[in-house]
């Protein structure tokens, strides 16, 4: 059991209900850091601090006292990580674990999708200055690759399976890595329990290396069911990417997102000698096993 405190800052989010789930098992003193006009609410246990994400102030008297503070920010909140970052600076929290956990953004900076990735780029950058300045803060970055049981129960890649439908892009046959919501919040409290090793790294981790044509076919025996099966080429959505682009619609992410992880040929699934999950001394559970927790609601009718 641990005595360290921890805030985490969004909480109540995808991922963030995951984390606390883990941080209290282990034993952790949690205290959700949420926006003053959010209407969240936290499991018993966790004690709540109401901030605004614009006053630093705000945000310091919140987090003095913590021995960590792990971020799990909505995207849409990753302008903000700056004066968040500041103010645990001002607080002296010596430990930081940055809203990240998708793209390897010291990797992919430069990549056609490292425009998006561009305020956790940022973010990381000053941490690494600010990690340099004060001997007693350190941070670390994950990059978690695919939300595999995320992206499933809603519908983002590969199947719609409240739809019964498929969409591969290419041959599907092309290796991509991915993580369960459960595998990254036990990747956290491992990060946080072994803070020596993994102090001032950005880590990457995956559970596993599958294919689309793997999990579907996976899914349908998992389901019992045939889903319609679409097929688009990665020239064809990269067309109409360029067009969505042009326009500056932001939407554009998601389908750059999926030319990185599924295109023939991309080769960015995560290679075992850059896994980090064994360091973590993390579990990873089977291909299966992820899809039948991420389709349970399909026995339910
Ligand atoms: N690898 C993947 O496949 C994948 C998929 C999705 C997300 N991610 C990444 O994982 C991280 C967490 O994502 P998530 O999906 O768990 O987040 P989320 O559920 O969308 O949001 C997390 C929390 O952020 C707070 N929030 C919401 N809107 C905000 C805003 N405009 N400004 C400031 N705070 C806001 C809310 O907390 P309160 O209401 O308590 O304030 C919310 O519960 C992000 O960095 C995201 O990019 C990765």
């Known amino acids: 059991m641990s005595s360290m405190k921890v805030a985490v800052v969004g909480a109540s989010g995808n991922?963030?209900?995951?984390?606390?789930?883990?941080?209290?098992?282990?034993?952790?003193?949690?205290?959700?850091?949420?926006?003053?006009?959010?209407t969240a609410t936290f499991p018993q246990g966790v004690a709540v601090m109401r901030v605004d994400f614009s006053s630093l102030e705000s945000i310091r008297n919140a987090v003095v006292g913590q021995d960590a503070v792990v971020s799990l920010t909505a995207s849409a909140g990753t302008a903000t990580q700056r004066t968040l970052i500041d103010a645990i600076i001002e607080a002296r929290v010596p430990r930081f674990i940055p809203s990240e956990f998708g793209l390897n953004n010291r990797k992919y900076?430069?990549?056609?999708?490292?425009?998006?990735?561009?305020?956790?780029?940022?973010?990381?950058?000053?941490?690494?200055?600010?990690?340099?300045?004060?001997?007693?803060?350190?941070?670390?970055?994950?990059?978690?690759?695919?939300?595999?049981?995320?992206?499933?129960?809603?519908?983002?890649?590969?199947?719609?399976?409240?739809?019964?439908?498929?969409?591969?892009?290419?041959?599907?046959?092309?290796?991509?890595?991915?993580?369960?919501?459960?595998?990254?919040?036990?990747?956290?409290?491992?990060?946080?329990?072994?803070?020596?090793?993994?102090?001032?790294?950005?880590?990457?981790?995956?559970?596993?290396?599958?294919?689309?044509?793997?999990?579907?076919?996976?899914?349908?025996?998992?389901?019992?069911?045939?889903?319609?099966?679409?097929?688009?080429?990665?020239k064809e959505l990269s067309t109409i990417l360029d067009e969505r682009l042009a326009k500056g619609d932001k939407s554009a992410y998601i389908g750059l997102l999926e030319l990185h992880f599924f295109a023939d040929g991309a080769g960015h699934a995560l290679k075992d000698e850059d896994n980090a999950s064994d360091l973590l001394g993390l579990q990873p559970r089977s291909l299966r096993d992820i899809l039948e927790r991420a389709l349970a609601f399909f026995g339910r009718g």
Do not use: P
């Open 109 to 234: 900076r430069d990549s056609r999708v490292g425009h998006f990735l561009r305020e956790k780029v940022s973010n990381s950058d000053y941490l690494i200055e600010l990690s340099e300045r004060h001997e007693w803060f350190s941070w670390t970055g994950l990059s978690t690759e695919v939300w595999l049981d995320y992206a499933l129960e809603n519908g983002i890649f590969i199947l719609n399976a409240r739809k019964h439908e498929a969409m591969l892009l290419d041959s599907g046959n092309e290796t991509f890595s991915a993580s369960s919501l459960d595998f990254v919040s036990k990747a956290i409290l491992e990060v946080l329990r072994r803070s020596d090793k993994t102090a001032n790294k950005y880590l990457s981790i995956a559970e596993v290396t599958t294919t689309q044509s793997e999990v579907i076919n996976l899914a349908e025996d998992i389901c019992g069911i045939r889903f319609d099966r679409s097929q688009r080429s990665s």
């Open 15 to 38: 991922l963030g209900v995951y984390v606390v789930q883990a941080l209290l098992r282990g034993g952790f003193g949690v205290t959700a850091i949420t926006r003053n006009e959010s």
